[in-house]
């Protein structure tokens, strides 16, 4: 190893690198700037990749103070002197087992991606980033695969290498799973799920009340049609927070149900139906249920088509702001033309 001095604030340290110790391992170099004396004050580190073979590397060492410098023999260590206290650079070290392409092919054998240069320390959520973004998948419906190993997003390439040796290509299989068609989250984090269909006449209507429907109106004759069972609990959520949230994945129209419409007022005065593009459904009927204090309760329906790009759709739905309960939500999957 050489260093040569440049100004008083820096210097250049060349790496001479004997081709017989390099191999395709050897590939990354880690320097590190380090003051002997505390008091310097001055930490530094660069991570540098380099390919190989290599005759040599210049990297320049930039420093808070004047030095003198000097250097010992030996691919690894240089020492720059600054009166009594010392800087040591740290460098070549041997890094990883394998580097190496990767391969991601799809159960029909298309290239979903793949890359010329990778190693152990790649992380598998960067592949999968990678996959949804040149097959438009969603990242949760994406599952990784060497072998019969399912690839976790916490993992790093090294922990499915195996017995790879340097160059050779890790394959990697990709298999898209579909997820449910919608699902529901609760901002409030209480209980919230959408049901296989809808409700029989006399069951619940909330997951926290023991409000019954007496009638589901044309909701139970639409095919396709699902009930979100909701926490009455929300029914106070202002108008313009988000209650409830949607990630539906397939064309649908969703419904909400007023409990009259009284309710519908105190809603408009905030204006998000409006804004948000929902249509009054004057034909639609009703639910019927019982609750407290002013039950039966049957009010006004509003629904809103959702086409989702890329199987995702994120629809918000707004705070109930009524008191005696919460609107009631139906989604209707619609099969594509």
């Keep these: 190893m050489n260093v040569h001095e440049g100004s008083s604030q820096c210097a250049d340290v060349t790496l001479h690198l004997p081709s017989s110790t390099l191999g395709l391992g050897d590939s990354y170099l880690e320097a590190h700037v380090l003051a002997a ?32 410098i000097g250097a010992d023999d030996g691919p690894s260590i240089a020492k720059l002197t600054m009166k009594r206290r010392t800087l040591v650079i740290k460098g070549l070290r041997r890094k990883y087992a394998w580097i190496g392409p990767y391969l991601v092919r799809g159960l029909s054998g298309n ?17 999968e980033r990678r996959v949804c973004a040149n097959t438009l998948a969603r990242r949760d419906e994406v599952r990784l695969m060497v072998g019969a190993t399912l690839l976790q997003n916490r993992m790093k390439l090294g922990d499915c290498t195996g017995t790879l040796r340097h160059g050779e290509t890790l394959e990697i299989s990709v298999a898209v799973v ?28 909330h997951f926290d009340r023991d409000y019954t429907f007496s009638s589901l109106g044309d909701f139970a004759s639409r095919e396709g049609m699902r009930y979100v069972m909701t926490p009455n609990d929300d029914r106070k959520t202002a108008a313009d927070d988000v209650m409830w949230r949607l990630d539906i994945r397939v064309p649908a129209i969703v419904y909400v149900n007023f409990r009259s419409t009284r309710h519908v007022q105190e809603i408009r005065e905030h204006d998000w139906l409006e804004q948000d593009g929902w249509q ?35 629809m918000n739905l707004m705070g109930s702001n009524f008191y005696e309960g919460t609107y009631f939500v139906f989604v209707e999957l619609v099969s594509p033309s």
């Design 37 to 68: 004396d505390k008091s310097v004050g001055f930490v530094g580190k660069q991570i540098l990749l380099v390919n190989v073979p290599l005759a040599s590397l210049v990297w320049r060492v930039s420093l808070p103070f004047a030095i003198d």
């Design 111 to 127: 290239i979903a991606d793949s890359a010329e240069a990778s190693n152990e320390d790649m992380p598998v959520c960067h592949i």
């Design 178 to 205: 579909t997820g449910p068609s919608v699902t529901a989250v609760a901002m409030s984090g209480k209980r919230i799920e959408v049901l296989d269909g809808v409700p029989e006449t006399g069951s619940s209507c």
């Design 280 to 314: 009054l459904q004057p034909g639609f009927k009703s639910t019927v249920s019982d609750g407290y204090p002013n039950g039966p309760y049957s009010g006004p329906v509003f629904a809103k088509s959702v086409h989702p790009k890329n199987r995702q759709h994120i």
